[in-house]
């Protein structure tokens, strides 16, 4: 009976812990809830790993991806000579996450709170960028990230949101949570994020689509269908999207004039340049250091009349494939393509809806800029997806009982 009731705390000392994470996440900080939890999986180590041939089995595509991602990037460290201990934190905390995501998967945490975390991150996400557009004047809000990372951050916890809804009961349940979902994506219209506020717009006719597929009641098809309708116009017709609009206009047409030293032209040529350095070793790349980069590409950026500070201006290819590709090969793209694969593999239901929606989103962003550079997308990631795989066996084995 004490065993049980130690779990107990456990579970809400986790759910309390992982609820701040998810109201901090894209305003405040969050590392004291990263940091407490860390430390609770390494003190409880013992019992978790007790179940790891349990884990293993529903849940070795996502512990494997973790693994490989992780090991890869410190391999290629070590490969390159790096003496920066600094230089290997980001990836091991894949590693760190493995044994952080078996400790969740033994203690739990009270799914239905932490759903309302997510939407009051949410909620917090979008009053700062408020501020930030129409008290501050800023022309994109981006809360002291980058504009993309903020987006990507709004998109993600937006979409879940939205996801959230469709599982809620209660009819005034649905109405705030999906209300909030659009509040959302209105928050990415002010950080002026083109990809994103694409993505979004596909996301939302996809769901769109979904509900009109799965109504029976026709009255309830045509006004999802007019509603949708409403917002993607009223959406358009900002002066974020506008003014974004045009500046995309203008710079496809610098484009083909000859001039790519725009913000798309500067993308196409770090692809380029990250394609070259990827097909000089395509199994391994070129390495991660970037003065080795910059004196490998040099010819290749002067040749081409590309930007002569392109690989000083970024340090990454903005763009997680291309990056990939360009540093660590093939072997460096196949982990990225595992780490979203093995976020989805073995969920169903609700939950492989959950995690598609999450994987979409980086998909998608990681084609305009390197995601996995940016410390809160990471723990966002590893985060949510190990949230909802533990939370799809909490489902499971509280059917079963």
């Known amino acids: 009976m004490k065993a049980i009731k130690s779990i107990d705390y456990t579970s809400y000392a986790n759910t309390l812990l992982l609820s701040w994470f998810f109201i901090a996440i894209v305003a405040f900080d969050q ?20 179940n ?5 089995l529903n849940h070795g595509s996502w512990i494997m991806a973790l693994g490989f991602y992780g090991l890869t990037h410190i391999v290629f460290r070590i490969l390159d000579g790096s003496s920066d201990i600094s230089s290997y934190e980001r990836p091991f905390r894949f590693i760190l996450a493995i044994v952080l995501f078996l400790y969740l998967l033994h203690f739990g945490f009270k799914e239905s709170w932490l759903h309302w975390a997510i939407l009051l991150g949410t909620l917090f996400g979008v009053g700062f960028a408020i501020h930030e557009a129409f008290w501050l004047n800023k022309s994109r809000a981006d809360l ?7 987006a990507t951050l709004m998109t993600t916890l937006g979409l879940i949101t939205t996801c959230i809804a469709w599982i809620k009961e209660k009819l005034s349940y649905k109405l705030i949570f999906l209300g909030t979902g659009l509040l959302a994506f209105f928050a990415v219209i002010l950080s002026g994020t083109r990809g994103a506020v694409l993505s979004w717009i596909f996301f939302f006719s996809l769901l769109t689509l979904l509900f009109i597929l799965r109504s029976k009641s026709p009255k309830k098809k045509l006004g999802v269908v007019f509603f949708s309708a409403i917002v993607l116009i009223l959406a358009t017709q900002l002066p974020q999207v506008q003014m974004r609009w045009q500046q995309t206009k203008w710079e496809f047409q610098q484009f083909e004039q000859g001039n790519s030293h725009t913000s798309t032209g500067l993308r ?6 990250a394609w070259f350095l990827g097909k000089r070793s395509p199994i391994l790349g070129s390495g991660q250091d970037l003065d080795v980069l910059r004196e490998l590409s040099h010819d290749f950026i002067y040749e081409n009349n590309y930007h002569p500070d392109l690989l000083s201006m970024f340090d990454h290819f903005h763009n997680e494939y291309m990056d990939s590709f360009a540093k660590r ?8 393509l595992g780490l979203l694969i093995g976020a989805m593999y073995s969920l169903k239901g609700r939950y492989l809806v959950a995690s598609s929606l999450v994987v979409a989103t980086y998909s998608i962003g990681a084609l305009t800029e390197t995601l996995m550079s940016t410390g809160r997308l990471i723990y966002l990631y590893i985060f949510l997806i190990s949230v909802i795989r533990c939370a799809a066996t909490q489902s499971k084995l509280a059917k079963d009982t």
């Open 144 to 150: 002291g990230h980058n504009a993309i990372a903020y």
């Open 31 to 50: 590392s004291i809830a990263t940091s407490t939890l860390l430390i609770l999986s390494f003190i409880f180590i013992i019992p978790t790993v007790r």
């Open 329 to 336: 090969g093939l072997l460096g793209v196949f982990a990225w």
């Open 52 to 56: 790891l041939d349990t884990a293993w």
């Open 268 to 273: 196409v040529q770090m692809w380029h340049t």
